[in-house]
């Protein structure tokens, strides 16, 4: 009888046998998961592997790169099978640049010049340092079906450019360079499905109107974006982002106008300030927009209801979501408000059907009332988000003895304090999470007074920096309402 380990050792051979008894196309298959170093790796498997990853159509330098290392594996190449896919991510410049290299993006345009291919169907390129100019042929891809680019310098997109198979483009970190056209884009991807672009810097005026295109992201993180006219019958995704100052108060640069019309849109995100100008039409009754707003001006002009008459287009459509990221804005539009703090019934918001609502509040001063006077306003709210911080970041107007004559000798939010009077009810709030919590009056309060004005407030989740006197607070709240799940999360645990 044979041996159990003889037995083992044979069957496991067999195994091995099998997989390299596979066909190369197969074998391709398992290679296009492994970066370029660790598929030639595979050459000293044994003689069936020396030369498979010599044909193998997807090729991807991800890991410990250099010029001779990248140059080497594009040579031995067989050139008679093109590739399918061509990926050249580094972690730095130092990777696949030398030093005395008067021209450093030479061998980068010469990689990519041997990976051109007729039957090329994706390109990654994921590359620090600056590389100003892609080969021409990059724009003339007919079977090109994926374009990622991360390229931290200038793109100019050529007007002539065409990529007939193009469905979804990538472009990151870049300068786009003011195309010929502002539809060059456009027309030269008209297959595209999803497009998403975020820029170190101002952004040029886009047409976008690819025929099939699903999905569009802009982001920028420094200068204004520039206008966008958005056209399509297939579109149901649009987002745009722009970065902002934390300590600024005017908010970055608004677009200079906004055109919209996309029957089939699903989902609009524009968290950014409002375009000067706008116009949107065709937009479905089901659309799920999400609004930023960056200052207490747009805010204050949202409560009023005021005519779109610089852009303000976008707080009339129907928006599911409303985020507020400064501390400064509730306050500020508290202050504006200030007169209306016991208007019985409020006029009527535009956004009465909104969903989630997400702000920073200081719940000592006068922030507090501009919470709840959306609280009292959004009566629909099935989600809630609240920063807390322990200072105001304005100088009243108002004079503060008369703030707390009105509202914390009254008890605020706590437990037949002034809000309890207020007739506030939140009747589809299911689920709250406060972050910064430490345990201060007036955050317990508004926490208690929570689940009184949300009977069907399921679940809460607070974020807190230390557990002191957090913990003690938690387990009374847990106590008073044993039906709500309470979660604890500790920064740094």
């Known amino acids: 009888m044979e041996e159990p380990a003889r037995k083992r050792q044979r069957l496991s051979a067999a195994a091995a046998d099998r997989i390299s008894a596979l066909p190369d196309h197969l074998l391709h298959e398992i290679l296009a998961f492994l970066p370029a170093r660790l598929a030639v790796g595979t050459s000293l498997l044994s003689r069936r592997w020396r030369a498979v990853w010599t044909t193998a159509p997807d090729v991807s330098f991800t890991t410990q790169l250099s010029p001779s290392f990248v140059d080497s594996v594009l040579r031995h190449r067989d050139p008679a099978l093109p590739l399918r896919s061509f990926s050249l991510v580094a972690a730095s410049a130092d990777e696949v640049v030398s030093d005395p290299d008067p021209d450093p993006a030479l061998p980068f345009r010469s990689w990519i010049l041997r990976a051109d291919s007729p039957a090329l169907q994706r390109l990654t390129l994921r590359l620090p340092g600056r590389f100003d100019l892609l080969p021409p042929a990059v724009f003339h891809l007919p079977s090109l079906k994926v374009l990622e680019l991360r390229l931290p310098g200038r793109l100019d997109w050529p007007a002539a450019a065409f990529l007939p198979s193009l469905q979804r483009l990538e472009l990151s970190d870049l300068t786009l360079l003011y195309p010929a056209t502002e539809d060059a884009i456009s027309n030269s991807c008209p297959a595209l499905k999803c497009w998403r672009m975020s820029f170190e810097s101002a952004t040029p005026e886009l047409e976008v109107k690819c025929p099939l295109l699903e999905v569009f992201e802009l982001r920028t993180r420094a200068g204004p974006i520039g206008g966008l006219s958005i056209c399509g019958c297939k579109i149901r995704k649009v ?97 504006a408000i200030f007169d209306r703090h016991d208007q019985e019934n409020p006029r009527a918001w535009v956004h009465e059907n909104l969903k989630h609502l997400e702000l920073i509040c200081f719940f000592e001063g006068f922030g507090s009332l501009g919470l709840a006077f959306l609280l009292k306003n959004f009566s629909k709210l099935e989600t809630l988000r609240v920063s807390c911080v322990k200072e105001s970041s304005i100088n009243y107007a108002i004079p503060y003895t008369l703030f707390h004559r009105l ?70 709240l847990q106590q008073s309402f044993p039906h709500i799940e309470i979660l604890l999360q500790l920064h740094g645990r």
């Open 239 to 335: 987002s745009v982002r722009q970065k902002y100052a934390a300590e600024s108060f005017s908010g970055p640069a608004a677009a200079a106008y906004l055109k919209l019309s996309a029957p089939g849109l699903q989902t609009l995100e524009w968290f950014c300030p409002l375009p000067r100008s706008a116009t949107v039409d065709s937009l479905p009754d089901s659309l799920a927009s999400s609004l930023m707003l960056l200052t207490p001006r747009e805010l204050l002009d949202l409560d009023e209801n005021r005519l779109p008459n610089y852009g303000h287009v976008l707080p009339l459509l129907r928006v599911d979501r409303l985020v507020l990221p400064h501390c400064w804005i509730i306050e500020e539009f508290s202050l």
């Open 407 to 476: 509202f914390k000798s009254k008890g605020a939010f706590g437990r037949g304090g002034y809000w309890d009077s207020h007739n506030l009810s939140l009747k589809q709030l299911v689920q709250v999470s406060v972050h910064g919590f430490s345990g201060e009056r007036f955050e317990y309060d508004f926490l208690e007074f929570l689940p009184r004005a949300a009977p069907s407030l399921r679940m809460i989740t607070i974020y807190a920096d230390s557990e002191e006197i957090v913990l003690e607070k938690v387990e009374q």
